[in-house]
């Protein structure tokens, strides 16, 4: 039995999925928040949190490093961790920082910030020549109207440190550019209250279908668990509609994404991590969108987990504690696994969602989740509006998305207009 450190959380599924993982593996966690409300919110009424089975629960200024270092050290002369874990982007470089601080397993500091940084990213990629799209970085909107002009539009205008798709957007021409460029300095704080860096990240706009690899690097040896397609809406926003696991691609495209991503991981000097890296197929080869070093996020650690048995929570833990994951595949019964999301493309306030019954009774449904009536509802413009979503699996091949798409055609959310 080991005791881990957690700092913070998502409090969508990895706040549910790491602390079973933990408890799977005979292990006790020490949570440690800013905000214990945070979590306590996202809680189902009448339920008890997943992260408040936790052994101790601490608060603590998790957004000042400078305080929270000494803070904990102490605790760790008190409690002993064996390992520190984070599902949440916005604390990946804290929790690197701390392991480094205690002499624990994990990805080094700098490898970890420059992962989570986009712009740093895009500049340690390009000079190892891992393909990438043309890019600048800009300081302003004034800016990125002149790299606008040497790049060539249709570009992506991206903020450098936020998550879930937020505030990235297509743009065609110079008046979208600079409303895109306002709405970014107008946001001067990310979800966990942290001030966010000011850079305005252009990039090319990368045409053909987009997956994700899932890796697991661990003492230098880098294992690819699989490759997830992806769907995409909510234009000119990049909105996460849907995913599938396996991805549909023949043996070359296969190759081609795990490869280049496999290199993004190696020139970032990414190790004893689990990484979920976006790719975009185009005409000209595979391209890196982004690198995440974590498990990846809208559920794909379960349609992997559901397919192949592999439980990338579980191996996140692992590798914080040093220790070889176990990634060997299994006969779950299933061929491929989905998920569709419940995107609203207009607002109001949800009254209710129809058809819930008849697909939660489905052949081959996995998982129906849907928002609560009463709740506000604006159009989707990232991965944090969806009402709901429906995952499914197929025994018998790649048909997954084709069932899921069909289940979530006789669900239909209710609005009343503002």
């Not at 290199?263 to 995440?292: C, F, M, Q, S, Y």
Request: net charge negative; hydrophobic share 45%; charged share 20%.
């Amino acid at each position: 039995m080991a005791h881990l450190l957690v700092v913070e959380s998502w409090i969508g599924s990895m706040s549910r999925l790491l602390p079973q993982a933990l408890e799977e593996g005979g292990h006790d966690f020490t949570f440690l928040t800013r905000d214990l409300h945070h979590y306590l919110r996202s809680a189902p009424e009448g339920t008890r949190h997943p992260l408040l089975t936790a052994r101790n629960v601490v608060t603590a200024p998790t957004n000042d490093t400078g305080s929270l270092l000494p803070q904990v050290e102490r605790l760790h002369g008190a409690l002993h961790f064996d390992g520190v874990v984070t599902s949440c982007d916005y604390y990946l470089p804290t929790a690197a920082r701390i392991a480094a601080l205690l002499g624990l397993p994990g990805p080094s500091v700098e490898a970890v910030e420059n992962a989570c940084r986009k712009d740093a990213t895009r500049r340690v990629l390009a000079a190892a020549g891992v393909p990438g799209p043309r890019f600048a970085v800009c300081a302003d909107g004034a800016e990125a109207a002149v790299a606008a002009r040497s790049i060539g539009y249709p570009l992506v205008v991206k903020p450098v440190d936020l998550c879930a798709g937020m505030f990235v957007r297509r743009v065609d021409d110079a008046e979208q550019l600079a409303g895109a460029c306002r709405a970014l300095v107008a946001f001067p704080l990310n979800a966990r209250g942290q001030r966010r860096a000011p850079h305005i990240l252009l990039e090319e706009f990368l045409r053909g279908p987009e997956v994700s690899v899932e890796t697991v690097t661990c003492r230098g040896a880098t294992h690819v668990v699989g490759v997830t397609d992806k769907s995409i809406g909510g234009a000119p926003a990049f909105v996460e509609t849907g995913h599938m696991f396996p991805a549909d691609l023949d043996p070359d495209g296969l190759a081609a994404a795990t490869g280049t991503a496999v290199r993004a991981g190696a020139a970032l000097g990414l190790d004893d991590v689990v990484a979920h890296t976006e790719i975009k197929l185009t005409a000209d080869g595979p391209r890196v969108v982004e690198v995440n070093p974590r498990p990846a996020g809208n559920r794909i650690t379960e349609l992997v987990r559901h397919v192949t048995g592999v439980d990338l929570a579980a191996a996140c833990v692992d590798v914080a504690l040093g220790r070889e994951p176990d990634l060997r595949r299994r006969d779950t019964g299933l061929r491929s696994a989905a998920i569709g999301f419940l995107v609203p493309d207009t607002p109001g306030t949800l009254a209710s969602v129809e058809g819930v019954e008849g697909v939660r009774n489905a052949d081959g449904v996995l998982e129906i989740q849907v928002a609560e009536s009463g709740r506000t509802v604006r159009a989707a413009d990232s991965n944090n509006a969806y009402l709901g979503h429906v995952m499914a699996g197929d025994a018998t091949g790649l048909g997954a998305r084709q069932r899921v798409e069909t289940l979530l055609a006789g669900v239909r959310p209710l609005l009343v207009r503002s």
